[in-house]
């Protein structure tokens, strides 16, 4: 049976803790096979059909991604899934992305490519994957903290598959290089920490600032020679297409609840913030949002709720944490905004979505 809610959870409200592409659950069902483990009981609980999602391109929500792997890291044994899923990666699992990847000219674009068209694949709420070049080459993936057993998965598995997908195109330069100098992870150093080392075969940084693959900055614009410009530009151009798509069907609305989502943690962001990011002003920012039948205000108590509901029904994390992460200044603040806009606690609304699910 099609997964419905997965399909239709982000269309009925505008804001969500973000989906991902059906590829990454191939990804993980390819992982599952190679340990011989059979992913399908876990798919059926959750009223998940791969062969559905992909035939109608279907996204996951995340919340509900995390619950899969977490079950399927319990039903397999192995705490590094993340790391294995990495190690099963193709090219292919990124869609036309990856096909992207496949026939870039260097690593550089290559990296380039897997941080700018992110979305076509996966969306977040707590923000995008960045690609720098100063002051040295990182391809970094967001925060997703706090961190606990249903996300630690998520960051390994996107830095081990970037980490494999690279370094099997810089097999191809005339010399053996390690095109990935180092990798940092925001997450503290685990019990089977020498999986990741020996994953890696670099510096491993736990503890760290950020996620991320640091890059030799020597060999990233190196042409690699089984490149094909012509394909990747047939490539690139679609994407860029899928990514103008995306964007063009958002409202103001839609744009400005995207950009508070991101960047909540810690504190509330003001109307003059959001308008920087969006590259206006705040008088523009408010006059469109007039003509939208909106305003700032309303849209960022909106997204706060929406976001609380999301985070208390579909995670683990601590209301404390969630308090947070929606950038309030205290957690009774929190209580008293979510007795407003539920007449419940927390507890009580997470308690009765598990007992929904039991």
């Known amino acids: 049976m099609m997964d419905m809610d997965s399909m239709t959870e982000t269309i009925g409200s505008k804001v969500s803790l973000g989906d991902i592409s059906v590829n990454f659950l191939q990804q993980m069902s390819l992982t599952s096979n190679k340990l011989s483990c059979d992913i399908n009981p876990i798919l059926t609980k959750y009223n998940v059909s791969i062969a559905q999602l992909s035939a109608h391109h279907g996204r996951l929500s995340i919340p509900k991604y995390m619950r899969i792997g977490f079950e399927l890291m319990q039903q397999t044994g192995r705490e590094d899934l993340g790391l294995v899923m990495g190690e099963n990666v193709c090219f292919q699992h990124y869609g036309m992305l990856g096909f992207a990847c496949m026939s870039a000219n260097n690593i550089s674009t290559m990296a380039q490519v897997l941080a700018q068209y992110e979305s076509l694949l996966s969306q977040n709420v707590r923000g995008h994957s960045t690609f720098i070049t100063t002051p040295e080459p990182t391809l ?32 191809h330069l005339t010399q053996s290089v390690n095109i990935v100098k180092a990798v940092h992870i925001e997450y503290p150093e685990p019990k089977n920490s020498e999986c990741y080392h020996a994953f890696f075969q670099c510096p491993v940084i736990f503890d760290s600032t950020f996620n991320g693959l640091v890059l030799d900055s020597q ?18 151009q679609l994407c860029q297409n899928g990514l103008q798509q995306l964007q063009q069907n958002q409202d103001w609305q839609t744009k400005v609840i995207e950009k508070v989502s991101h960047n909540l943690v810690g504190s509330m962001p003001d109307i003059n913030q959001v308008a920087a990011l969006l590259g206006t002003s ?18 960022m ?58």
């Open 282 to 299: 705040a008088w523009t920012l408010r006059r469109r949002l007039y003509k939208e039948n909106t305003n700032y205000q309303g849209i």
């Open 140 to 171: 970094t993936f967001y925060s997703i903290a706090p961190y606990n057993p249903y996300n630690y998965f998520v960051v390994d598995s996107v830095l081990a598959s970037w980490f494999t997908l690279l370094t099997s195109r810089a097999m």
């Open 301 to 358: 108590d909106k997204t706060r709720k929406g976001l609380a509901l999301s985070y208390v029904r579909d995670t683990q994390l601590t209301f404390s944490e969630i308090s947070y992460l929606l950038g309030f200044a205290t957690p009774a603040a929190f209580y008293k905004a979510f007795r407003r806009w539920t007449e419940s606690t927390p507890k009580n609304y997470r308690q009765m979505f598990i007992n929904k699910r039991e």
């Open 219 to 236: 060999h990233i614009e190196t042409p690699l020679p089984d490149a094909c410009m012509s394909s990747y530009l047939q490539a690139q």
